[in-house]
């Protein structure tokens, strides 16, 4: 039995007469471009995450971007992120002239240490004139953690660290939409429990438009507003340039397509998580617990429902390449997200990190395996998955 890893065709199917008329709507318009769809999008949005503002824009990776570009880091600026997370965390850091500073992950979350967080901050840096500067001159002016696979980061410790050290706060929750943290004062959604939050719909991702487009979700309006210039060149008046921005605006034809699909969003990850939970039931019924690590629901007993919205379900092993491939021989889809932490990626050499750095990063990017995971995914493909993995190991 094939099993794919993705299959959006369900999805399109159940759909399809909504998306069409809403692309049919775009179409008639010849709106394309800031249009009433994008705004009805924003606000559906910042609803949905409980933000006082969305801004849509062009990709989760300009959205990253544009938010460095708004708030003027650069040159000389440090930023701290993950060492273990897709490309775009630790690549619109360099792109904008500042430099990206890695930090190794917690074992079981995949998300990035508090732990070795304050660690480095302790051992590397210090405070000159109420600045954080590090052992290599640079002031460190942000912090910008990922929820990977669907799972809120310590946002806790992340604020507690920021405020500590008067850093911006800045939340890569590409792979996290919807998903709830147990900040202290109250449960909270991913992207909105900093001074920006970042979403990619990139088709496979959560919500997935149809290409490419991303979304800015903050509190304070000034910032709001700056993002909106920001996404426009800049702009303010018609052709008067405040600011070098870019062209990081979202499409009308996607903003419709996702405003169709997000009053779907709840029920989609909801699915997700009876997928992990069969997984998860299956592996520890099975005695598989021991031969692999299983991904951790650190706040389910919190009275969260999107405690976890498994973006993937990732396992881990020692035998992970053989165990992918005795997976693909029985035609089930696997993928390693990420065969490389970031200060192993050959365009990050120039940083100087050597293997060995980032321990838990690396032995993460030997051993992940990602588990074919979305809403439609039947129960026999599910239980055939588990079959094959017991085999492996039987
Ligand atoms: C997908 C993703 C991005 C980039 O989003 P795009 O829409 O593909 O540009 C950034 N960070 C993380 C963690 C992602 O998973």
Redesign the pocket.
Known sequence: MRVRLLDLGGQYAALSKELRAATDEVLSSQRFILGPKLVQFEAAAAAYCGAGHAIGVS????A?LAVLMALEIGLGDAVITTSY??F??GGCITRVGATPVFIDIDPNTYNISPTALRRYLEKFCHAVDGKLVNENQQTIVALVP?H?FGLCCDMNEMIAIAREHNLILIE?A??AIGAEFPLQGGAAKAGTMSDAGCF???PS?NLGAAG?A?LVVCHNERFAERMRQCRHHGMGAQYRHEFVGGNFRMDEIQAAILGVKLPHLDNWSAARRQVAKFYTDEFRRLGLEKKIQLPVEPYAERGLTNHHIYHQYVIRSQRRDELRKHLAEREIDTAVYYPLALHEQPCFEYLGYKAGDFPEAERAARENLALPIYPELSRESQQYVVNCIAEFFS
């Open positions: 990709s989760g990776t300009d990253l997370s897709f775009a965390t990922a990977l890569d590409a792979q990619s719909f990139y991702k490419d991303g």
